[in-house]
């Protein structure tokens, strides 16, 4: 890499529904949703207690203050609220659970709409299916089935909200197995634009087409309805190594990506740069669906010198909580992505030398940087033929690498986001996949929406306007087809 690149600074870019909304409107909506609701809802202002939990962001450059927020407590409340905002043109957000970095994607100037109150997590044996409420985060959902035996393709990190990631696609430790989260869903329970409440299932073509995968653009979803699997105790957890050893970590994650044919096991290598230590940490999350897994599937990783290894066998949501993802929470943030069809050392070494000049570079001044890597099977899209919005294509086994950024000041959020976005176009060069579809859950919220949704994009724009013609979702945040 050459010693000298160049950070653009662009100018800020508002999302669809960062037009500040008018106070007058929004304070009007307030008052007519607190008014048509039933009692089994609330509607909060600055100042009071569930306010500031409603339109707080796990990025707080996700959050911004509403003029109010409202919390459903049923789906024909939310369709009322939905009737308000569409007379009154008002501008509002949907937050699940609030783990998006892209800002103005879930947050609003006018209502909040918080979808806390969907907290249910019901389980039927003889469907074997569970009922799971978009308010939860996937790591409350574990722990309501890990008494049952069972689990759900979900995320792989604490703090994650079960509405966006599946709603976007969905990777998972379980993916290798079964599929992303959306090929799991057996039904949605949606609020559409129009304030009507309808059970989506695969008898509805096109709208369970466009709802695998496809975002926020046909209404809100308040339940999904997924399968569910027998689930045990399981083996794995965090390790941490020096940058001494990161040539035999390119290496086995290499071998690993490459070799590795068992679905029961799974893999994360991370790249993080901490500027206030100055220093490179690689680090592995290694997973495998058993108490102890075979040998010879993580032996070459074990095998490097580690600094800390908190590998054991435990049960699912424990593993769950050994991830780090948590640990900036409250700061600014930006998530970005490329898709990878094949690893290889020299990409890896690519991929190491982004980590270090970027976190390491004074005049950006990210406080965290950190570069994911996440190898699947090359089968990891055969698990259902049924179609979805994303991925668009199933033909090859393209996985997602995630960009990640965090800072503390807001006057760094253009650097920030032009300087991950110079980084994404580089390592996408060097993957030499430009064509293969990104994941909607990390794209920088400037993606176009041809890079995710591809050949898909003419049903899914047509559905939108069969599904949307007074153009209701246009008024909250998010990729619009």
Known sequence: MTAIRRICVLLPWAVLSAALADPTSAAD????????????SGVYYPGSLPYPRDVTHWASSS????????????????????????????????????????PGFSSTTGVQIALSRFSDVVYDPESRTATIGAGLTWDTVY????????????????????????????????TNQYGLTVDTVQAYELVMPNGTVKNVTAKDEDLFFGLRGGLNNFGVVTRFTLQTFPQGQVWGGFITYSTDNIELLNQATVNFASNTTDPKAALMITYDYFLSRKSLGPSALVFYD??????????ELLAIPSLVKNVSTMSFPALIQTSMANATYGSRAIFDTISV??????????????????????????????YVIEPFLPSLYNHSSTPSAFPPTRAKGFTPLKIYYSWANQ?????????VRESALNLQRLAG???????????IFDTPVEMMYGGNLPRLRSLQQQVDPEHVMDLTGGFRF
């Open 290 to 299: 058993a108490p102890t897994p075979p040998p010879g599937v993580f032996d």
């Open 433 to 443: 996949a430009p064509q293969a579809p990104r994941y909607p859950n990390y794209a």
């Open 29 to 40: 909506a307030c008052q007519q949703i607190a008014a048509s609701v039933s009692t089994s």
């Open 341 to 370: 069809l094949n690893y290889s050392v020299p990409f890896l070494d690519a991929v190491v030398n982004e980590t270090t000049f970027w976190g390491s570079s004074s005049t950006l001044g990210a406080a965290f940087v950190s």
């Open 143 to 174: 722990a309501a089935l890990e008494p049952l035996g069972v689990n759900v393709v979900g995320a792989r990190g604490p703090g994650v909200g079960v509405a966006g990631l599946s709603l976007g696609g969905g990777y998972s430790y379980l």
């Open 63 to 102: 959050s911004q203050n509403a003029t109010c927020s409202f919390e459903p407590g049923t789906a024909e409340d939310l369709g009322k609220a939905l009737d308000v905002i569409s007379t009154l043109r008002t501008p509002f957000a949907v937050k699940g659970g609030g783990h998006t970095t892209n």
């Open 411 to 419: 006057t760094s959020d253009s650097a920030m986001h032009a300087a």
